[in-house]
C-alpha cells in the first residue's frame, strides 16, 4: 500500500470553527489531491497540488483553503465550517499525470 | 461537474455471473482508470487504460475504451461476494491539468 495517512480520521465539530486535516506521505509524490465524497455526488475535488506551495482549485473549492510547505505534507482547512461540509474527506497522491492516484483511508467529519 | 458517468447506478448479480459498468466522460483525456471502495474504506486502484489503447486485462478484470464515443467498460468475469463494492471510472489528466475527476459510481452487489 502507499504509504499515505490521513488524520484524522474522525472528527466533529460545531458550526463556525475552523477544521484542519491533514494528509501526510511517505512517497515523495509531486502530486496531491483533496476529494470530498458525499451520497449522490461520487468523489468531487476540492483543492490539488502540483509541487510545494502550487495548489489549485477545484470544482468545489468555496469554503477551503490548503497549503503545502514540503512534499509530505498537505493540509485542508476549513475556514468555518458548515453543516453542509459535513462529509468524508479523502486524500489522494499520484506521482505524475499519466499514472494512477493512492489514496488515503479517508476522514469522516461531522459539523453540528 | 462530473467529468465520468458511470451507468448502471447499482446492479445486483449471482456469484458467478459478469458484472459489467460503463463509464461516459466529455472530453478529451490522456488516460481513464477505474477504481473500487469497500464501505467504508478508500479507494483501490484496479487498472489504466491509456488513451491510445482498446483494451486492458487484469486477472478478472477487462477494460475497454472507445476513445470516438467517449466510454469506457468495466467487465468482471466470475464474480465473487467478495466483489461486492462500488466502481468508479477517473479520467486522468491531460495536458495543462493535473485533475483526476471521478464520476458517481455503480454500486455492485455479489450474492453468494
Known amino acids: 500500500d502507499a504509504g499515505i495517512t490521513q488524520s484524522p480520521r474522525h472528527k466533529v465539530t460545531e458550526t463556525g470553527t475552523p477544521v484542519t486535516l491533514r494528509c501526510h506521505q511517505t512517497?515523495?509524490?509531486?502530486?496531491m489531491y483533496w476529494y470530498r465524497q458525499d451520497p449522490g455526488h461520487g468523489l468531487r475535488l476540492i483543492h490539488y497540488?502540483?509541487?510545494?506551495?502550487?495548489?489549485d482549485k477545484g470544482e468545489v473549492s468555496d469554503g477551503y483553503s490548503v497549503s503545502r510547505s514540503k512534499t509530505e505534507d498537505f493540509l485542508l482547512t476549513l475556514e468555518s465550517a458548515t453543516s453542509s461540509q459535513t462529509s468524508v474527506y479523502f486524500c489522494?497522491?499520484?506521482?505524475?499525470?499519466?499514472?494512477?492516484?493512492?489514496f488515503g483511508q479517508g476522514t469522516r467529519l461531522t459539523v453540528v | 461537474s462530473q467529468q465520468g458517468e458511470e451507468d448502471p447506478q447499482a446492479l445486483s448479480i449471482q456469484e458467478g455471473e459478469n458484472a459489467t459498468m460503463n463509464c461516459s466522460y466529455k472530453?478529451?483525456?490522456?488516460?481513464l482508470q477505474w477504481y473500487r471502495q469497500n464501505s467504508g474504506r478508500g479507494l483501490v486502484h484496479l487498472i489504466l487504460?491509456?488513451?491510445?489503447?482498446r483494451e486492458k486485462h487484469s486477472g478478472r478484470l477487462r477494460v475497454t475504451l472507445d476513445t470516438s464515443k467517449k466510454s469506457s467498460s468495466l467487465l468482471i468475469t466470475a464474480s465473487r461476494a467478495a466483489d461486492t463494492a462500488s466502481y468508479f471510472c477517473?479520467?486522468?489528466?491531460?495536458?495543462?491539468?493535473?485533475?483526476?475527476?471521478f464520476g458517481t459510481g455503480t454500486r455492485l452487489k455479489v450474492l453468494a
Open positions: 489522494a497522491i499520484s506521482a505524475d499525470r499519466s499514472t494512477e492516484a493512492f
Open positions: 477517473a479520467t486522468g489528466p491531460t495536458s495543462g491539468t493535473y485533475k483526476y475527476i
Open positions: 512517497e515523495n509524490h509531486r502530486y
Open positions: 497540488s502540483y509541487g510545494v506551495k502550487d495548489t
Open positions: 472530453t478529451s483525456i490522456n488516460n
Open positions: 487504460i491509456r488513451s491510445n489503447e
